[in-house]
Nanobody
Framework: QVQLVESGGGSVQAGGSLKLSCAAS????????MAWFRQAPGKVREGVAA???????NYADSVKGRFTIYKDNVKNTLYLQMNSVKPEDTAMYFC????????????????????WGQGTLVTISS
């Protein structure tokens, strides 16, 4: 059974940086489609960034140029490096994984990934 466990959330001031981690176990899904999502209070969950088996990446316009998604296949861990954070980045952040590689970003935007973590809270103060 696939397990995804996020960590690295916390509180940081606007303009700062934070790195989230998502440790995957129970499968080699780390080499497939993996993504980060977030859900702010009172808002719908949205896809933030995704990376698929060939390492290609896609980002939501709101985080492009500030966030970087990458994975360490040896450690079976997905990361989200968050730079120049803004108060509007405050949210619960979730990682997700899916063995279906085609159309990884489209699946992310449609929130169709199969396995999900429990989330880690990020709070950005102004």
């Amino acid at each position: 059974q696939v397990q995804l466990v996020e960590s690295g959330g916390g509180s940081v001031q606007a303009g700062g940086s934070l790195k989230l981690s998502c440790a995957a176990s129970g499968s080699t899904y780390i080499s497939y489609c993996m993504a980060w999502f977030r859900q702010a209070p009172g808002k719908v969950r949205e896809g933030v960034a995704a990376t698929d088996s060939d390492g290609s990446t896609n980002y939501a316009d709101s985080v492009k140029g500030r966030f970087t998604i990458y994975k360490d296949n040896v450690k079976n861990t997905l990361y989200l490096q968050m730079n120049s954070v803004k108060p509007e980045d405050t949210a619960m952040y979730f990682c997700a994984a899916d063995p279906r590689v085609p159309a990884c970003w489209q699946r992310t935007k449609n929130q169709e990934l199969k396995h999900w973590g429990q989330g880690t809270l990020v709070t950005i103060s102004s």
